[in-house]
């Protein structure tokens, strides 16, 4: 099957520039998450999405980002504006089911730098 | 959540077994431990997860602790494509949430 498709896979931009980046889950997967990876941290969850609605976004830094998953398939995760802080790796993820918490895939990420 | 305790990193020599160990000694009675793994430059990777009894998968075997509190991944032959760093997360099978909160985790690096 294929797996979690993200992109762009890398990305600069300056700060208090605009970025976005776009997840497309496996098909038939009804949850999706976005995980921000900071340099030698282990992800960090940002949001959770079931079908096309939020399930949490506890962690979302919700002044500057935002996410959607219209329809309930792809998401696109946006910043505005970035600070030098949001750099960081960016994974999308996909389920099955809620709480399937052995059947998470993982796309390869998008890599942002902020200058 | 429960809290993990894993070592920073390990090393092992290719075609040698590794036992990485991760403690978890407030993890619920509902929940199940999980390890993923992350290459290089990829996303992580679901390996292996258990509740109590001893787990094993062409991948990996999970031996855990009678009481719970630790649990060791076994590589029955390392191999240089093994080299990763490794993720134990307790976490609730169908919690309210669902969700995998991730460590620092253990760091892989396999010798030729």
């Known amino acids: 099957e294929a797996g979690v498709a993200q992109s762009p896979r890398y990305k600069i931009i300056e700060k208090r520039q605009s970025v976005a980046f776009w997840c497309n889950p496996i098909?038939?997967?009804?949850?999706l998450y976005w995980y921000q990876q900071i340099l030698g941290q282990g992800p960090k969850l940002l949001i959770q999405?079931?079908?096309?609605?939020?399930?949490?976004d506890s962690q979302l830094p919700k002044d500057r980002f935002s996410a959607e998953r219209l329809k309930g398939v792809d998401s696109t995760l946006k910043i505005q504006p970035a600070k030098l802080e949001d750099s960081a790796v960016y994974l999308c993820?996909?389920?099955?089911?809620?709480?399937?918490?052995?059947?998470?895939?993982f796309g390869s990420g998008t890599r942002l730098t902020v200058v | 959540d429960a809290k993990t305790t894993q070592p920073n990193s390990m090393e092992s020599n290719e075609e040698e077994p590794v036992h990485l160990p991760c403690n978890h000694s407030t993890i619920s009675g509902t929940d199940y431990i999980h390890w993923y793994r992350q290459l290089p430059s990829q996303g992580p990777e679901y390996v292996i997860h258990g509740l109590t009894s001893n787990v094993n998968n062409r991948m990996a075997s999970l031996a855990i602790a009678e009481d719970r509190k630790s649990s060791t991944l076994i590589l029955h032959r390392a191999t240089l494509r093994d080299a990763a760093v490794y993720y134990c997360i307790p976490t609730n099978y169908g919690g309210s949430q669902g969700n995998l909160i991730f460590g620092k985790g253990t760091k892989l690096s396999v010798k030729p």
């Open positions: 999405f079931q079908n096309n609605g939020v399930v949490d």
């Open positions: 993820a996909s389920s099955f089911i809620r709480g399937w918490n052995y059947g998470y895939t």
């Open positions: 098909s038939g997967h009804a949850t």
